[in-house]
RNA sequence: GGCGCGGUACCCAAGCGGCUAAGGGAGAGGUCUGCAAAACCUCGAUUCGUCGGUUCGAGUCCGACCCGCGCCUCCA
């Protein structure tokens, strides 16, 4: 049974998707006003595990990510460089792809922009207005929350007690009522808009995204998540258009992942301690590192980055390095071990099961690792032979289907002058030479390659 | 003011009423090694923010309080 948090209901709920074997999925994606920050990706790194985690149950996915190439910062970014908005905003579209490969983001089946789904949204702008849920302000259209009695209900929020919070309204349109949200903008000198049944104008931000999942995933989707930040009011006002409009439940499973601060405090480009993903890994950050560490804290808690958890995440991870690569250049002796056989299986078997409670990663870790320790130790006993070995292996490899975090087995090849160097030292070492075998020790490891004298002879490993 | 989250060893972190409180990092001692590295073994919280309460039994439920943080305005 696989079990998640559903922010509508407020507790754990048993997954069970419209179509059976079937799961319908939509992510809020990136604004593409900047290059996203490492908050972002931890966002998406929530979403990645939670899909590469029904992929591994068994689930088809149909999973669509929207692009935000339209809003108040995209169009505000656009007219401060004084050029057109689809060329402010294709280069950030470009860095987005590029990055979620790195960060090994297994890429959605379709990724809608607004800018080209501005008709999907005038019919449901339209249709809410035809069914009384909107109305026209000077040339705006803008949705009327009281009549729909279901508002509030997700974000659990009173719309009263909002109203005892003085809060000032930044919006400048006009509107009856200050909780309405705007569905259609009336076009405003300077800013790009689109000539259509409801006059020329720009969609609301919510609008966007209730008109293209749906376009792509029907009116009920299964799963749909996003930041806690999210909440409200924008899945709010998501549900209510697209319940309005459709008449049907929305999204079945609401699923928020919490904020990443820095340091303990929230992220921010004046408290200096805001870092785009790109930041990072132009001081030499390994992505994968960052992939662990954003993985390896539970979604639904708050992530708190810094560099010594970097460092942590590091060595956490190069321990699960360090294991398969002493399975894959170790000489096996043959026969088998039935017992090893079974632990692998009962590994796997764990793993999925404390994932499948609400992606309880950090349970799913310790499987991993209580794995990791208990083969070692048949390691350093010779217990292994050549069949489990091999069984171990797969089972790792198929535990990084979800996690993703092992390195790619490319460059398994040094440049001649390296391996000079190492055969030169075998000799110095042969020779006694300590001195001379450590300084070119030392001097590959400054390199980033490591050493180390087995009994099998020596192996190198590359640390970045 | 309203809504919400968290406080478990030096650090990260699981635990959702009942075996000796997971796992990782860092540290100490040991095995192996020319020395390292990796790996293994051993050690490390009589205790889970504080104080009360419920219970045969509580990090785990209830109440109060203290501390930290987030949202209520664009925001993952």
Known sequence: MIRFYNTLSGRLEEFKPVKPGEVRLYTCGPTVYDYPHIGNYRAYIFEDLLKRFLLFSGFRVRHVMNITDLDDKTIRGARSQGIPLADYTRKYIEAFFE???????????????????????????????????????????????????????????????????????????????????????????????????????????????????????????????????????????????SEAYYGQKFVNYWLH???????????????????????????????????????????????????????????????????????????????????????????LTEFTKTLADDLNISAALAVVFDFIREINLGLTRDMIKKTEAEKILKTIYKLDEILAILPEKKDENLPAEILEKIELRQKARKEKNFKLADSIREELRQMGIILEDTKEGIRWKKIK
Request: glycine share 6%; aromatic share 10%; hydrophobic share 35%.
């Open 257 to 347: 992942c919490h904020h990443l601060v820095v340091e303990g405090e929230k992220m921010s480009k004046s408290r200096g301690n805001f870092y785009r993903l790109r930041d990072l890994l132009n001081k030499d950050v390994d992505p994968l590192d960052l992939r662990f560490l954003l993985l390896s804290t539970h979604y639904r808690k708050m992530l708190n980055f810094t560099f010594d958890n970097l460092a942590q995440a590091k060595a956490a991870r190069q321990r699960i390095i360090d294991f398969v690569y002493e399975l894959e250049h170790r000489t096996w002796a043959s026969g088998s071990e039935p017992q090893v056989s079974a632990l692998a299986d009962k590994t």
């Open 99 to 241: 990055d979620i490969k790195t960060m090994r983001i297994l890429p959605a089946d379709v990724y809608p922009r607004a800018t080209e789904h501005i008709p999907d949204m005038v019919r449901m702008v339209k249709g809410l207005l035809d069914k009384g849920y909107a109305y026209i302000k000077e040339g705006s259209v803008y949705f009327s929350i009281e009549k729909f009695p279901a508002y509030g209900r997700l974000s659990k929020i009173n719309l009263d007690e909002l109203k005892a919070g003085a809060r000032i309204d930044s919006d400048e349109y006009e509107k009856e009522s200050v909780h309405d949200f705007a569905l259609w903008k009336k076009a405003k000198e300077g800013e790009p808009f689109w000539e259509t049944e409801l006059g020329p104008g720009r969609p609301g931000w919510h609008i966007e995204c209730s008109a293209m999942s749906t376009r792509y995933l029907g009116p009920t989707i299964d799963i749909h998540c996003g930041g806690i930040d999210n909440i409200f009011p924008h899945h709010e006002n998501e549900i209510a258009q």
